[in-house]
């Protein structure tokens, strides 16, 4: 065999342009490959075409995403606002809720050359530009540059900025200093203003106006994920198990003060906390957030093609923020300020968290209901009620029981095997639930018919 030719390395500035579909993990669950290929090819193209139309060429692929590169950084913003206008513009008809979030980076970086084709960059920018993208949550752009590319030529525009005669420095909104390991100073990054007004973002961070951070200020606490291994109920605390920033599994000790809405706490039930001082120093799980609990919460933001953040507080008052895809929407769609009934996701690291099975309180309320008041369930008693929704893959669903909505988990069905649907009877064991609801426990399914709920 011949020896692999040398590859050949050319020192370059450009700007590099990342677009990611946001919430992508979520727009594959329950497609067949071949469905989400398809979107993602159609995603692929408008990208390319977009960059196409500002002398941009393609470099790679990524998860979920697109890299191309460009000679001047305003070519590639105004590349970012017309493909985000695209979608926008996409998202006004039924079935297409695609958004994406874009970095862009200006720096040095090396070019690859392999037997005369350049097939990709390594340096600084790429990094920059990949991890603002990650970081670019709905319809969000996301830009680095030094000073010094920020010529007098550098002009961008969009059509909501044209409308309301948007002066040029408007369009930036500067953002805390971004760390990145390895860079002893900080990244300066901007959020471009492409769209009517910042509410119309689907994300609260990074669009949201924000101050500087200054070098003495400490960072927020730092969000750990782990499972609860051991539950004192009548005592009211309990341990978690997580993984250190030892690269150790270690446990820490939690209270049920410090768990957010105060929500039933089960053995195996998987938490994201925070870690604070307690008693004599000694560190404590905060901010304990259940995963898969039931929440009452409030929207605080929708878009056009329905999606949008429901925010709860903890209990230091602190504001959580779920992102909810149309989809997860229940029976009718929400509007902002509705109060909502939804699940507890965790989405990846830049998605964060995430609302599932979203139901307006309204409609809990109304289903199955000749009154708007519900009789009072008594505690350990065994009771009859109607399924009206569960959900398999999620393990999840609720049934009516005396104007009640009671919660319904498959880790309490009496036969896994035979799962509830819409309609079905069954008889169950009365438990509390989360925020004075009923969860039923020791579920088990019933011929019976004609039961007076």
């Known amino acids: 065999m011949s020896p692999a030719r040398e590859s050949s390395l050319e020192a370059v500035v450009r700007t590099f342009l990342c677009a990611k579909i946001h919430n992508a993990d979520q727009y594959k669950d329950g497609r067949p490959a071949s469905e989400w290929a398809e979107l993602y090819g159609g995603f692929y193209a408008a990208v390319i075409q977009h960059a196409a139309k500002g002398n941009g060429k393609f470099v790679k692929c990524l998860a979920n995403g697109v890299m191309c590169t460009f000679r001047h950084p305003a070519d590639a913003v105004q590349a970012a606002i017309d493909l985000q206008e695209w979608l926008q513009e996409r998202r006004r008809h039924p079935g297409h809720g695609l958004s994406c979030g874009v970095g862009i980076a200006t720096g040095e970086a090396y070019a690859f050359q392999i037997e005369g084709k350049r097939i990709d960059y390594l340096g600084v920018a790429c990094d920059v530009a990949r991890l603002l993208c990650e970081q670019a949550r709905g319809h969000a752009i996301l830009l680095h540059h030094p000073d010094s590319a920020m010529g007098v030529d550098f002009t961008i525009r969009s059509r909501a900025g044209e ?91 939690f209270h049920m003060t410090y768990v957010v809405h105060q929500v039933p706490v089960f053995e195996n039930d998987h938490v ?160 509390p639930g989360r925020n004075e609801t009923y969860r039923a426990n020791n579920v088990r399914l019933i011929k019976k018919k004609g039961l007076d709920l």
């Open 163 to 253: 409308s309301a005669h948007r002066p040029f420095g408007d369009y930036f909104q500067e953002m805390p200093p971004l760390r990145i390991s390895g860079l002893a100073i900080p990244v300066r990054r901007m959020a471009i203003h492409w769209q009517a007004t910042p509410g119309e973002y689907i994300a609260a961070s990074p669009i949201e106006p924000v101050r500087g951070q200054n070098e003495e200020e400490t960072s927020p606490a730092k969000t750990y994920f782990g499972k609860v291994s051991a539950f004192k109920k009548e005592r009211g605390f309990g341990f978690i198990q997580y993984y250190s920033d030892n690269h150790e599994y270690q446990e820490i000790y």
């Open 272 to 431: 994201q906390f925070v870690i604070k001082p307690g008693k004599e120093g000694r560190p404590q799980a905060c901010a304990v957030l259940v995963l898969g609990s039931r929440m009452q919460g409030r929207v605080e933001s929708c878009l056009e093609d329905g999606s949008g953040f429901v925010t709860i507080r903890d209990q230091d008052a602190k504001i959580l923020r779920f992102f909810f895809l149309p989809q997860e929407v229940q029976y009718q769609g929400v509007r902002v300020d509705d109060l909502v009934e939804f699940t507890a996701g965790s989405g990846s690291e830049s998605e964060g968290l995430t609302a599932l099975q979203v139901v307006r309180q309204e409609e809990i309320n109304n289903v199955g209901q000749t009154s708007d008041v519900a009789e009072q369930l008594v505690i350990g008693a065994i009771e009859h009620a109607v399924v009206t929704v569960y959900f398999p893959e999620k393990g999840y669903g609720f049934a009516k029981c005396k104007r009640n909505s009671v919660y319904i988990h498959v880790s309490e069905l009496a036969d896994p095997e035979h799962v509830p649907g819409p309609g079905d009877h069954i008889e169950f064991e009365v438990y």
